[in-house]
């Protein structure tokens, strides 16, 4: 079975600070993690994705995530918050292949100026 | 790029009436899965399909079935709607794992929503 547990359903942060959303998973086989954004009304939009190879994997608009098996985490980090990075972020597990994602509750990301 | 495409991306009905939401995934893509987000909720997957057979099957009520034609697009039939169905119905694409193809994308697109509203 597989789960993921995102750490804190609302983070707010000032304009150019560190971003961080954080993200547990648990899997009896080796994980696919996936960071998905969604803004207001619209679809999940991928950000990164871990399989295997790299722990550290880069995503778009700045985004980048490490892997860290002995942790079982996978955390959403950017170095400096942009006002248009204000949205949802879900991280999300498979097991690969054409499974099914397994999403975390949800993390509400605000940035105030 | 083309991306997932759903329609209609809103609809409004009635409890106890049927809905027929459509997918059509990403050109090459053969793998379909169906997510359901209830307001303020994380997605939850329904029912997926590979070459036009059924793959995966979560939590999907009996009222619900779905399908994946010829064409790989995908339908999703919903009848006796209950105030409960209203939902953003997500559908997603992926290049499906086939045995010694080493073609596994392993990363599922998604559509932009059909929001229904049961009234």
């Known amino acids: 079975a597989q789960s993921v547990t995102q750490l804190g359903s609302h983070v707010s942060v000032s304009e150019g600070a560190l971003v961080l959303l954080r993200c547990n998973y648990s899997s009896s086989v080796p994980p696919y993690l996936f960071w998905y954004v969604q803004y207001p009304n619209q679809g999940l939009q991928l950000l990164l994705k871990?399989?295997?190879?790299?722990?550290l994997v880069k995503g778009i608009n700045g985004f980048e995530a490490e892997f860290k098996k002995s942790e079982t985490s996978f955390h959403l980090t950017k170095p400096s918050a942009h006002m248009s990075d204000a949205a949802e972020y879900f991280c999300a597990v498979s097991s690969g292949g054409y499974n099914k994602l397994i999403f975390g509750a949800g993390t509400r990301l605000a940035v105030h100026p | 790029a083309a991306g997932v495409i759903q329609s209609p991306r809103h609809l409004i009905k009635e409890k106890r009436e049927t809905a027929t939401l459509k997918c059509y995934p990403i050109p090459r893509h053969d793998t379909v899965y169906w997510y359901q987000q209830g307001p303020g909720q994380d997605p939850q997957f329904l029912i997926s399909?590979?070459?036009?057979?059924?793959?995966d099957k979560g939590s999907i009520p009996d009222r619900f079935s779905a399908q994946q034609f010829s064409d790989y697009h995908s339908e999703l039939n919903m009848s006796s709607l209950e105030l409960g169905d209203s939902a953003l119905y997500f559908c997603a694409s992926s290049l499906g794992a086939r045995l010694g193809s080493g073609g596994a994308t392993d990363t599922q697109y998604f559509g932009p929503g059909t929001r229904l509203t049961v009234l």
């Open positions: 871990y399989t295997t190879g790299a722990t």
């Open positions: 399909f590979y070459e036009k057979m059924q793959s």
